[in-house]
């Protein structure tokens, strides 16, 4: 089965900052896309960003970007200009067909 | 709305008893699974289906049942609850290649 690591359970990031989230995956796959996805208190899981594995530009929605390393296997996501509604837990997923998530990383957003 | 229409939001059971949680999506995606969602552990596959008609067992499937009759359906079915399966669960659906779209979550309590 694939694994998704994420390694820092919770981060803290002064609002207006910028805070980076790491993620590793393990794979032997070449074609596949990886996810952030954004947990607040509601519980909602919302989509933040996709990034295609054969495509080596990053992805980038607004306030936050992607720094996707494949040969490290890596997929960190970067929050510029951090703000309150930001605070949420993060998840990072792979997916080719199942999805597999890592376990998460909470951010606080501290005015 | 188009979404993932899940059902019920909360729900306590007592031990042994048996329930469905209620799966509808409306995006005509082939692919639904249900996850359950634990302090610390991420999010945990029970059940995928790949298309009506069509199954299979995630990471967590013993003492759960899921069927697939239709493309907009897709119910869990706990056969006879234990307070292990006390659990946020998610619902969640997608084309292929693309992300999820989750359900608003059940929380699931068995006393």
């Known amino acids: 089965a694939q694994t998704v690591t994420q390694s820092q359970p919770e981060m803290s990031v002064q609002e207006a900052e910028t805070v980076t989230l790491s993620c590793t995956y393990d794979?032997?796959?070449?074609?596949?896309?990886l996810f952030w996805y954004k947990q607040p208190p509601s519980r909602q899981m919302i989509l933040v960003i996709r990034q295609e594995a054969y495509k080596q530009q990053n992805a980038t929605e607004n306030r936050f970007s992607v720094n996707f390393q494949k040969a490290a296997k890596s997929f960190s996501l970067k929050i510029s200009d951090s703000q309150l509604g930001d605070a949420a837990m993060y998840f990072c997923?792979?997916?080719?067909?199942?999805?597999?998530f890592g376990t998460g990383t909470s951010l606080t957003v501290i005015p | 709305n188009a979404g993932v229409t899940q059902t019920p939001k909360f729900q306590v059971l007592k031990t042994g008893q048996s329930m469905t949680l209620q799966c509808a999506q409306d995006?005509?995606?082939?692919?639904m699974s249900w996850y359950r969602q634990d302090p610390g552990m991420g999010l945990r596959l029970i059940h995928y289906?790949?298309?009506?008609?069509?199954?299979d067992q995630g990471e967590v499937p013993n003492g759960y049942n899921v069927s697939r009759s239709t493309t907009e359906d897709f119910p869990l079915r706990l056969l006879s609850a234990a307070p292990s399966q006390t659990s946020v669960y998610f619902c969640a659906s997608s084309y292929r290649g693309y992300g999820y779209t989750f359900g608003s979550g059940t929380r699931l309590t068995v006393v």
């Open positions: 995006m005509n995606h082939e692919y």
């Open positions: 794979t032997s796959e070449s074609d596949y896309y």
């Open positions: 997923a792979y997916r080719r067909g199942q999805f597999y």
């Open positions: 289906s790949v298309g009506a008609g069509i199954t």
